[in-house]
Nanobody, 115 residues
Framework: QVQLVESGGDLVQPGGSLRLSCAAS????????INWYRQAPGKQREWVAQITSGRWTRYADSVKARFTISRDNAKNTVYLQMNSLKPEDTGLYYC?????????WGQGTQVTVSS
């Protein structure tokens, strides 16, 4: 069973930066597609960014040019660097690992952007 543990969430002022981490319990990053999702209070979960085993990346329009997803296979960890944060970026951020019908989720890490 694969476990994913997110960390790095915090309270930050608008315009600030955070780096989220998603640590996997097994060496899956070279195989699985890794996604970041977020869910704001009262809203549906939305997809944020993706990195494939071939290191292709893509982003939601709302975070493009501000967020960067990357991974360190040696550390079994995926990162989400978030810059120029806005209040609308507030939410619970989840890491997801997907391959075919297999899909694993972490417990989430809270990001709050507020002055």
């Amino acid at each position: 069973q694969v476990q994913l543990v997110e960390s790095g969430g915090d309270l930050v002022q608008p315009g600030g930066s955070l780096r989220l981490s998603c640590a996997a319990s097994a060496n899956i990053l070279s195989i699985f597609v890794i996604n970041w999702y977020r869910q704001a209070p009262g809203k549906q979960r939305e997809w944020v960014a993706q990195i494939t085993s071939g290191r292709w990346t893509r982003y939601a329009d709302s975070v493009k040019a501000r967020f960067t997803i990357s991974r360190d296979n040696a550390k079994n960890t995926v990162y989400l660097q978030m810059n120029s944060l806005k209040p609308e970026d507030t939410g619970l951020y989840y890491c997801n690992a997907a391959l075919g019908e297999k899909s694993y989720w972490g417990q989430g890490t809270q990001v709050t952007v507020s002055s």
